[in-house]
Structure formats: C-alpha cells, structure tokens
C-alpha cells in the first residue's frame, strides 16, 4: 500500500500470481479471499471511487500482453460487479509500465501485478468539507 498524487490517492498492489495462474485470465479459487479485503473498503456508497489497472512484464508480443492484461481487468472488475461493488477497470498497453527489470525472473514477477488505485469519492469529500472525518 502506498499513497500517489501527494496524498490523494492510495494505491494497493498485488502481485498478479495471487489472483492468477500463469497465463491465465480467469481469477484463481484463492482470489475471492484476497478480493474480498479490498471490497470490504468499497461497501460505502460513494466514498471511493476505484480503478483497477492490471500490468504483465514484457514476456510475449504486445497483441498478447495486451489482450491478456484487458481480460485479466475484466475478470477482477466483474468479481466486484457481480457483488455489487462499485469498481472502473483501466487496461494499460501489456507491459508499457514497469517497476522492475524485465531481465531476471524475479523483475518480471514484480511486474506482473493489479494495482487498485483509491479515489476519494463526493461522499468522502463531502465528509472532509464538513469535518466529519
């Protein structure tokens, strides 16, 4: 967990083998526990407003890093969806955003992640304005 945008904005990353198999696209049985953590932040209506991006390392050609990380975006949007869970989904170009070196395995295991980027949303303003916070 960090915090980007000097404060406004908190960004938690999981590692990508957490939800997912290699080279998969369907969230793995053990990602409804790690999931659920974060929608427990969402069940207030209009406090945040989150976007889910998904990253790859560069392994594969940009058409396949590309449709693997939308279909990975879709498949962690609709978990929350289907749960009622107010989530956006941003689909990065595959591998365009490293954190690491694409060279050894461990880099590229660090690349592979989901990042949900935490949005004060009109409620959470609206309580800050008021000093409810």
Known sequence: VETTREGLAVVVTIPAAQLFFPND???RPIADKTLA???HYLKTPDFYKVL???HSDDTGSDSYLNG???SR???VVGWFLARALPVSGDVPDGADEP???NISRKGRETNRRVEFY???GPEMIKQAKSKKL
């Open 25 to 27: 696209t369907v969230l």
């Open 37 to 39: 953590v974060i929608g």
């Open 52 to 54: 889910v991006v998904v």
């Open 68 to 70: 693997l990380t939308e």
């Open 73 to 75: 975006s879709n498949a």
């Open 99 to 101: 954190i690491a070196s």
């Open 118 to 120: 935490f949005i004060p």
